[in-house]
């Protein structure tokens, strides 16, 4: 299944400020196509890790 970025987008434009969303797909974004690339960082990896702890 795979959401495209207006309905995320949409969805989030109702919750949080327009930049705050739009720099957090844009740095998804990136860090996806750096795993793809196979160029990425441990630290990267683990940052979901940071954000559990910050989102609850």
């Keep these: 299944m795979s959401v495209q970025r207006s309905q995320l987008e949409t969805a ?3 919750q949080f ?3 705050v969303f739009t ?3 844009d740095e998804y974004q990136h860090i996806k196509q750096q795993f793809f690339l196979r160029k990425f ?6 940052a979901a ?4 702890v910050f989102c609850v």
């Design 12 to 14: 989030l434009s109702t």
């Design 23 to 25: 720099a957090l797909l």
């Design 49 to 52: 890790d940071s954000v559990n």
């Design 17 to 19: 400020p327009q930049e």
């Design 41 to 46: 960082q441990p630290a990267e990896l683990n």
